[in-house]
């Protein structure tokens, strides 16, 4: 089965406006939890990550919460802007494993954002 | 910003070829993984390599497949014998510490 998953595989939000992606997650023994935005014709790229012994990280307009009672995992993007358009990933590796090694990907959520 | 470079950008190539997707990983980086990504679906993970050999390798990863580094720069995926379904976007990423540098891909398509 399926390790991690995306509720919505579309999200519009207006320009200006906070946007919120969410992730669950399946395996109890992940410990790391990486968000990576994907634009058209790119690799993913690195937007934040947090380790299970936290409960939220701030970055500069992102923030990445994570609850691991009911292994949810979500990125919210404030005052998003037109860059923000593209197709975001949660993903997951286990104990003791960094960087990108092994990491369980979600299908993604394309987010839109509109003028 | 440092940044993982893959040649080449796209690879046509007949079922049964063999094909090498080259990647330079960010030069100070010692871990390298190679993940792909058929269209429509999730990015899997492939392979990892470290201190020159396997860390870790996923199903996918069968005898069909080969990394190497075969300088101080260069990290290779080989497939030996192409099947259809190797058809994808393949990124190498490389990481030390603090974030992981995925690549642009190469989209692979097995004729």
């Known amino acids: 089965g399926e390790s991690v998953g995306l509720h919505l595989p579309t999200l519009s939000v207006q320009e200006g406006d906070n946007s919120i992606i969410n992730c669950a997650y399946s395996?109890?023994?992940?410990?790391?939890f990486i968000w990576y935005k994907q634009e058209s014709g790119k690799g993913p790229q690195f937007i934040i990550d947090?380790?299970?012994?936290?409960d939220k990280r701030q970055g500069q307009r992102v923030t990445v919460l994570l609850n691991k009672t009911v292994k949810h995992l979500s990125l919210q993007i404030a005052a998003t802007q037109p860059g923000d358009s593209a197709v975001y990933f949660c993903?997951?590796?286990?104990?003791?494993?960094?960087?990108?090694?092994?990491?369980?990907f979600g299908k993604g959520t394309h987010l839109i954002i509109q003028p | 910003e440092p940044e993982v470079t893959q040649t080449p950008s796209h690879q046509v190539t007949q079922m049964g070829q063999e094909v090498i997707l080259r990647c330079v990983p960010i030069?100070?980086?010692?871990?390298f993984y190679w993940y792909r990504q058929i269209l429509g679906q999730k990015v899997e993970f492939l392979v990892s390599?470290?201190?020159?050999?396997?860390?870790?390798k996923s199903e996918i990863f069968d005898d069909q497949f080969s990394v190497e580094r075969p300088d101080g720069s260069n990290f290779t995926l080989k497939i030996r014998s192409t099947k259809l379904e190797d058809s994808a976007m393949y990124f190498c990423?490389?990481?030390?510490?603090?974030?992981?540098?995925f690549g642009p891909g190469t989209r692979l398509l097995v004729l």
């Open positions: 030069s100070n980086h010692l871990y």
């Open positions: 390599f470290y201190n020159n050999e396997i860390s870790e």
């Open positions: 947090i380790r299970s012994n936290m």
């Open positions: 993903a997951e590796n286990i104990a003791g494993r960094g960087g990108a090694d092994g990491l369980t």
């Open positions: 990423a490389s990481w030390t510490s603090g974030p992981s540098y």
């Open positions: 395996n109890s023994a992940s410990d790391y």
